[in-house]
């Protein structure tokens, strides 16, 4: 389970809608506590696709599949790593958006997903956010369904 605040899913609904048609990103801040994952902050980064990073990735992929890709810099996970570290908190998870396609993970969300972490996908259909869904990995490397606790 993972538990945000309504002010935590406006900041990705927002954040998508900014980006249409291109995929939204962002890191999830947060710790572990009582068997959930509790959000402390929602940190909208940009999509950093490109013809370079798409040379990183198998396949036919190109610079302008930002409507269906994503990538955070490493850079600025590592930075936002170091950051959190200092006031006792963790990534927990990423963010992203589905411009014109449900909230459901990809097989190349999956490829390159990290067991622990979180993953909220919100759908963005013609512009204005709609269904969110978390999901996270199981021992199979395969997508489970995530509750969302709303907490105040």
Not at 115 to 134: C, F, R, T
């Amino acid at each position: 389970m993972i538990r945000l605040s309504q002010e935590h899913l406006q900041t990705i609904r927002t954040h998508a809608e900014s980006t249409y048609p291109d995929e939204c990103c962002g890191i999830i801040l947060g710790y572990l506590g009582n068997g959930s994952k509790i959000v402390v902050e929602i940190m909208p980064t940009e999509n950093a696709w490109n013809t370079e990073a798409a040379a990183e990735f198998p396949g036919e992929r190109t610079a302008e599949s930002k409507k269906r890709q994503y990538v955070i810099a490493p850079e600025v996970m590592l930075k936002t790593q170091r950051e959190v570290r200092d006031r006792s908190l963790k990534i927990i998870g990423i963010f992203h958006s589905h411009p014109d396609h449900p909230a459901i993970p990809s097989e190349c969300d999956r490829l390159y997903a990290w067991q622990g972490y979180s993953y909220i996908i919100v759908s963005v259909q013609n512009g204005k956010a709609g269904e969110l869904e978390s999901w996270s990995l199981d021992d199979h490397h395969q997508f489970q369904a995530e509750a969302i606790e709303n907490i105040i």
